[in-house]
């Protein structure tokens, strides 16, 4: 199985610039979240999916964020214009419906962001 | 109500001690509760979870105990390995088709050889 595929897996770029991080799920997983990881703030929930449908965006800090799921095996999320404050790791994570017992979601390798 | 507070921030434990991790959550309807375990430069993978209905659950040297009345619940390394120094990072859910997990800050555990 090949996981949770992020891309690019570091990203440097300047304040004021656009970035786009992207995600593949695992294939059959209907539910899709983005996370941000920093030092100060530790694993903050931006957005997540179900069924590519966006659920629940109360974590996206500002409009300067936005995402998208435009079908099962892709996602998109988007910073513009960037700021030094936004340099962190951001990870995509997947999951399956809802199992009862268990609910594991499956975290991609991340994408560390770091804007100058 | 949303917040799950974790304990302590770093710890450091000798080979073969026990390494104890505590979270406590306001909300009473959360009903799931994992711990995710996170070694640098990876994504967090999923450790061990419980459900309220047992106070207790255990896979190898990892154990979740867990106080329902209380609203806390831990984690315990037994024979901590230097293999287990990582980050860990307790979570809860209300479960269900919603499932978004709110995380713990993490605690960065180091075990000296």
């Known amino acids: 199985d090949a996981g949770v595929i992020q891309s690019p897996r570091h990203e440097v770029t300047e304040m004021g610039q656009e970035v786009t991080l992207r995600c593949k799920p695992i294939s059959g997983h209907n539910s899709l979240f983005w996370y941000r990881q920093t030092m100060m703030r530790g694993l903050e929930l931006l957005i997540y999916f179900n069924n590519n449908v966006p659920i629940d965006d109360s974590g996206m800090p500002e409009d300067r964020f936005s995402a998208k799921m435009p079908n099962a095996s892709f996602s998109t999320l988007k910073i513009q214009p960037s700021e030094p404050r936004d340099s962190a790791v951001y990870f995509c994570a997947s999951k399956l419906p809802w199992q009862g017992a268990t609910d594991t979601q499956y975290f991609g390798p991340g994408t560390r962001l770091t804007v100058l | 109500q949303q917040q799950v507070k974790q304990s302590p921030q770093s710890l450091i434990v000798q080979k073969g001690g026990i390494s104890i991790i505590n979270c406590a959550y306001e909300?009473?309807?959360?009903?799931?509760f994992p711990w995710y375990q996170q070694f640098p430069g990876k994504g967090p993978a999923l450790l061990i979870a419980i459900r309220p209905d047992v106070s207790e659950k255990k896979e190898g040297r990892f154990t979740i105990s867990f106080n329902k009345s209380a609203k806390q619940f831990s984690l315990h390394i037994m024979d901590s390995q230097p293999g287990d120094s990582a980050t860990y990072f307790c979570?809860?859910?209300?479960?269900?088709?919603?499932?978004?997990?709110?995380f713990g800050k993490g605690t960065k555990l180091s075990v000296k050889p």
């Open positions: 909300n009473t309807a959360f009903d799931y």
């Open positions: 979570a809860a859910s209300y479960g269900g088709s919603q499932g978004n997990l709110i």
